[in-house]
């Protein structure tokens, strides 16, 4: 289950992290607003949890955006306001919920194991991951770019969907044997190369702008060439 944290306070990222990563989420993190919504639109989570004071654009403002984009994905507040008046102002914002700083690590859990579970019925223009011309369903397992539909296998399609979730980001070899098909990298092997140009093939061949890219010695990325 996929969350989103954004909060600007490296020890309390790294704390909460931690606990959810141990609790079984899978942790994004943004460290101020702009990057949060960025990776909001850009990404499908079961839950996004934002403190309000955080850099770029503050919590209220980002939850407004997301609600007026039409993303219902659950949202908890975390802040140290904690007046009546702050806690409406983010509801009306569109939070799901609220919680006050400091607070106890078992207190947040159960609000996120509440609010994922509320939210498991997400809808599914939520589920959609967009790059480019490139558009990907999660839940019809889908493949489209520039409209045309491509047919993609069960390995090429996860490759797909982990380099839209870290677009602009080189990510490693051994990064996409562990973290794509939870695998130990074995430096003997060709098979993500072979894999990323199947990809290639299928994505970037037939059109003129080439998605996916080689930083040579270090991994891929997927990005528009400037």
């Known amino acids: 289950m996929k969350l989103l944290l954004i909060e600007d306070e490296p020890k309390t ?7 959810l990563e141990e609790d079984g989420y899978d942790v994004d993190i943004a460290y101020d607003g702009l990057i949060g919504r960025q990776l909001a639109k850009n990404n499908s989570y079961q839950l996004i949890i934002s403190d309000i004071i ?3 654009i503050n919590g209220i403002e980002l939850c407004r955006e997301i609600r007026k984009s ?3 994905t659950p949202i908890l507040m ?3 306001l904690g007046t009546t008046d ?3 102002t983010g509801l009306d914002a569109g939070a799901d919920d609220y919680l006050v700083k400091p607070f106890e690590f078992k207190e947040l859990l159960a609000r996120v194991r509440a609010l994922t579970k509320r939210g498991s019925g997400i809808s599914h223009t939520s589920q ?5 011309d490139l558009e990907v369903s999660l839940d019809a397992k889908t493949v489209h770019r520039a409209g045309n539909k491509i047919n993609l296998t069960a390995r090429e399609f996860n490759l797909l969907v982990y380099l839209i979730r870290n677009q602009g980001r080189v990510v490693s ?3 996409i044997a562990e973290q794509v098909w939870d695998i130990g990298f074995d430096t003997g092997t060709n098979i993500i190369e072979v894999y990323v140009n199947y990809l290639r093939k299928k994505v970037d061949k037939d059109y003129p ?5 080689t930083q040579f010695g270090m991994g891929y990325v997927l990005k528009i060439e400037d």
């Open 13 to 19: 990222v790294q704390s909460l992290k931690q606990g």
């Open 54 to 56: 955080i850099p770029g």
């Open 70 to 72: 039409g993303d219902d």
């Open 78 to 80: 975390l802040t140290a």
């Open 86 to 88: 702050d806690k409406v």
């Open 128 to 132: 959609i991951l967009k790059f480019a």
């Open 173 to 175: 070899k051994v990064e």
């Open 209 to 213: 702008v080439k998605l996916i890219h």
